[in-house]
């Protein structure tokens, strides 16, 4: 039978981005109950991988040692999946190969110059590449935009939404962090989000709070995020509160006016989405990805100056309250399109067409 290897181990950290990549791919496989080809998933920890999905998959165990060219995993595997560009593990053989690109931020992020090492090992990637995915237009135009893409069948493939079932939360008692009401954002607190601006938008929006959740742990939060808040003195209205569980996200997007994602660099954006499947209103930057992602019902920022976006908020606050029924009913339905379980499918058939 046919041997996928998954290169999955960055499912190690699944409050990140890849981490969620990762393990929601895998359990959309999972639910396609594939029984033409088998699959091998790369972890670090397999154990917690075996106790969920069973036999259905094999499992190898990540050694730091592999991504050593000498000591490369030399099983011969019918196709060989890079779920994440960033990941320096290689196959020691010429096999098909699979490059799932996110983003290629890292050029402006670390360095434009093709010869930096980043650069260059995503160039041999691109270069052994016998199909190449990518999870939105946006990081399929940006590719082409930085590097020379070699001649093979190219994919778009949308990320699913985690979210698809609302958990019942009657029975978990969390606590409200404010009484007002307040504004949501999730994710890693670094630069790329560019969540001060929504402190200096603050300021213009008195009667409403600011819940920020995600790593907290970027000096981004002491020095850019603490000075913004000082400045502003919108300290007594800002909820920095970490990394939460599934059931606590849920809860702060069920019960917030509205989800706010000024980011300056997105592959994709789950967050948006996640918040769309709650029928609330979504404010995002007019960058990257996020107008693909977002649609023609999220509201956009098209630059950063603070009172702009607080009058952007509020008009779109009017224009969603005025037509609440349609706009949650359209919310509902993006974010339900963008499943896991078609993902799956769709990555399944790129597998088939190599072997």
């Known amino acids: 039978m046919k041997n996928v290897f998954l290169e ?25 109950k594939i029984s033409d080809f088998k699959m091998t998933l790369h972890a670090k920890d397999t154990s917690p991988l075996e106790k969920e999905f069973g036999a259905y998959y094999n499992y190898k165990k990540y050694n730091g040692l592999s991504r050593k060219p000498l000591f490369r995993i030399r099983k011969k595997y019918h196709v ?21 690109v996110h ?12 010869n930096h090492e980043t650069n260059k ?21 940006s590719t082409h935009k930085y590097f020379n893409v070699p001649n093979v069948p190219e994919y ?6 985690p979210i698809q079932e609302l958990l019942s939360l009657n029975d978990i008692h969390i606590k409200a962090i404010t009484n007002k009401p307040y504004l949501f954002f999730i994710g890693g607190l670094t630069t790329r989000k560019n969540v001060h601006t929504l402190v200096q938008m ?36 800002i909820h920095c509160i970490g990394k939460i569980n599934a059931e606590e996200k849920q809860y702060y997007l069920q019960n917030c006016t509205a989800f706010v994602f000024p ?11 996640e918040a769309m499947r709650f029928g609330k ?47 949650e009913k359209a919310y509902i339905a993006r974010a339900t399109g963008f499943n896991w379980d078609k993902a799956a499918l769709e990555y399944a058939e790129v597998y088939r067409s190599l072997f």
């Open 156 to 161: 778009v493939i949308y990320n699913g939404n």
């Open 202 to 237: 603050l300021e213009h929006l008195p009667d409403y709070d600011l819940v920020f959740a995600g790593d907290n742990t970027d000096n981004y939060v002491k020095t850019t995020l603490a000075e913004a808040i000082t400045k502003t003195n919108t300290k007594n209205r």
């Open 121 to 141: 090992r995503f160039i041999e990637k691109l270069n052994r590449s016998s199909a190449i995915t990518y999870i939105s237009e946006f990081a399929k135009a």
């Open 103 to 114: 983003d290629v931020n890292f050029i402006d992020e670390v360095s434009s110059d093709l």
């Open 80 to 100: 060989w999946h890079c779920l994440n560009q960033n990941i320096k593990v290689e196959p020691y053989h010429n096999i098909p190969y699979v490059l799932t």
């Open 8 to 32: 999955s181990h960055n499912i190690k950290n699944q409050f990140n981005g890849f981490g969620q990549f990762n393990y929601h791919l895998i359990k959309g496989l999972y639910n396609a």
């Open 263 to 273: 980011s300056l660099l997105e592959g994709f954006g789950i967050p948006p989405i």
């Open 281 to 327: 209103p979504v404010f995002l930057s007019n960058l990257t990805s996020l107008p693909e992602i977002g649609g023609e019902h999220a509201f956009y920022w098209d630059n950063f100056e603070a009172k702009y976006m607080a009058d952007i908020f509020k008009k779109g606050m009017h224009t969603f309250e005025t037509n609440k029924a349609a706009y």
